[in-house]
């Protein structure tokens, strides 16, 4: 796809609300000014990749590119799973990703545990995935390591 890999840094700021801590999946958002740095044209859905918080380890991440509802859905926004447990929150905290891969687009669900199922599904295709050693390659990118404001997208 266009634009992948595609790399990104910025504070994690309070999100909807949307209890997405509540399902066991909660989400690590950012700010409005990091999402409209983002390509216009980068379709919505369910992404993978690597994240990192300050300086920490790298982990696996799914990410959904969706609609705002903050805006009346003109605006993205753009959330992060990472696949490991914290012992806390990291709101105010720089979080770094790069998004490696696609798995679908949007979806509406019908039930909570329908939606709940998916993502389960998304974050296994995730871990799946990112084993390869074109989607592993990128865990060791020199982008986790350099400090912050030195690093530009295609490098
Ligand atoms: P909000 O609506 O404020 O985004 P969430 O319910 O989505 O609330 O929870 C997100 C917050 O949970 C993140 O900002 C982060 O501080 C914390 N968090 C703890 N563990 C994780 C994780 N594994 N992935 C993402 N965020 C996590
Ligand atoms: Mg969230």
């Known amino acids: 796809m266009r634009h992948l890999p595609y790399f990104c840094r910025g504070e994690v700021v309070k999100g909807f609300g949307r209890g997405s801590k509540e399902l066991g999946i909660p989400t690590a958002n950012f700010s409005e000014q990091v999402v409209e740095s983002f390509p216009s044209d980068i379709p919505t859905g369910i992404y993978y990749g690597w994240a990192?918080?300050?300086?920490?380890d790298v982990h696996k991440m799914v990410l959904s590119i969706g609609w705002n509802p903050f805006y009346k859905n003109i605006k993205k926004s753009v959330e992060t799973h990472i696949i490991h447990t914290f012992k806390e929150d990291f709101y105010g905290e720089i979080l770094s990703i790069v998004i490696t891969g696609?798995?679908?687009?949007?979806?509406?669900?019908?039930?909570?545990?329908?939606?709940?199922?998916?993502?389960?599904?998304?974050?296994?295709?995730?871990?799946?995935?990112?084993?390869?050693?074109?989607?592993l390659k990128l865990k060791e990118d020199n982008f986790f390591h350099l400090p912050e404001g030195k690093v530009v997208n295609n490098h």
């Open 102 to 135: 696609y798995i679908r687009p949007e979806k509406n669900f019908d039930s909570l545990d329908a939606l709940i199922s998916a993502i389960q599904e998304d974050i296994e295709e995730a871990k799946r995935q990112l084993d390869l050693p074109e989607h």
């Open 52 to 56: 990192c918080v300050g300086n920490g």
